[in-house]
């Protein structure tokens, strides 16, 4: 069994900051990627941005320079450093884990069930 859990969504200012974590956890033999997307009301879902083994990381193009993403190995979790938030930023955020389950020969992608970050005017 595999978990992803995201924690660190809330309500922020416009121009504020704010941290999102996600940990992996369970039955874990490797992760080859950890990412965070979002989903505004009515939009579909796009990638934010997202880290791969050995640290290249990918991020939307409209995002960079004010997200960062990081990973901590050692404790299978992903950080997502928002900063000069914008309203627009206003959407669920989830986190993705490519994931090779112990026992499993396979790659499978694992979903958190998303935290909401707002930000206010």
């Known amino acids: 069994q595999v978990q992803v859990v995201e924690s660190g969504g809330g309500l922020v200012q416009a121009g504020g900051s704010l941290r999102l974590s996600c940990a992996a956890s369970?039955?874990?033999?490797?992760?080859?990627?950890m990412g965070w997307y979002r989903q505004a009301p009515g939009k579909p879902r796009e990638l934010v941005a997202r880290?791969?083994?050995?640290?290249?990381?990918n991020y939307a193009d409209s995002l960079k320079g004010r997200f960062t993403i990081s990973r901590d190995n050692g404790e299978n979790t992903v950080y997502l450093q928002m900063n000069s938030l914008k309203l627009e930023d206003t959407a669920v955020y989830y986190c993705?884990?490519?994931?090779?389950?112990?026992?499993?020969?396979?790659?499978?992608?694992?979903w958190g069930q998303g935290t909401q970050v707002t930000v206010s005017s």
């Open positions: 880290i791969i083994t050995g640290g290249t990381t």
């Open positions: 369970g039955s874990i033999f490797t992760i080859n990627a």
């Open positions: 993705n884990a490519l994931i090779q389950p112990i026992g499993a020969t396979v790659t499978r992608s694992y």
